[in-house]
């Protein structure tokens, strides 16, 4: 019998827009979007979806996706010429053929190398050429990561802000924590980004919530009490983490999200917001994730979270 090995489809997603599969043996599965370079879907083992996609998501360039994984990129939360959170994630990208090759090998790994270069249009309102190369990979345990490669290709230095705005599913968002964060500083920006620095325990939700922590751990830990599920987020190259839920009000004022879809989501984004990355001419940066989804047995207290932040 021949050997299973995962899979990697091209295939047409709603609207027709062009989509890839990554598949692998065990079932776990990863759909992305050429739109925004987006992944829209995680499954693990036993198809259960991982990840938040609203059911008003509009998938319709170059209007971003609501849910999912948008790529945050020349600027996260800015103003001026650009959208708040960049061009990259309303732009149809392409399929890499020719990556520069990677130092991590990639057997039993299931993968996609996709890339974005500006139009005419985008140097229009953002004078840069780059190159953002971005490698979606499904491990054979159904992990979920992705590199970002950007390039300067242009004859001047530039700066961005970056982030993966990654919107998890979760049970119930008043059954949710989140770990790794406590005790740290952070920007919020429903307070004009004055900074705080966070109290107590585990960060838990009741209200809307929209902060910047600054210079994390690596490994961030989000807890689902009710779906006995803990995402475990490691990150790298990425110093911040952005938290955000739009809770009641703001959910009615957005087109594209549900009025009470907020309950079922948690933005928990690895980002590089406080401090912009430069880039000198031919000078490339690297900044990656990787998402895991864990059984846990938590009940109130009992799961170690030092155990799932350092193992
Ligand atoms: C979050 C920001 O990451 O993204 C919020 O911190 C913002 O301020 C949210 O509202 C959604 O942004 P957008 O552009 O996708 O509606």
Redesign the pocket.
Known sequence: MAEEKPLVEISKGLNGLEKIVLRQVRGSSTEVYLHGGHVTSWKNDHGEELLFLSSKAIFKPPK?I?GGI?ICFPQ??GHGNL???GFARNRVWSIDTDPPPFPTASANKAFVDLILKPSEEDLKIWPHSFEFRLRITLGPGGDLMLTSRIRNTDTKPFSFTF?Y?TYFSVSDISEVRVEGLETLDYLD?LKEKERFTEQGDAITFESEV?K?YLSTPTKIAILDHEKKRTFVLRKDGLPDA?V?N?WEK?AKS?VDFGDDEYKHML?V?AAAVEKAITLKSGEEWKGRLELSAVPSSYRSGQLDPQRVLQG
């Open positions: 971003p609501r948008p996260f939360g959208d708040q959170h982030a705005h920006n929209d910047i952005v955000w739009p703001k957005m933005c984004e």
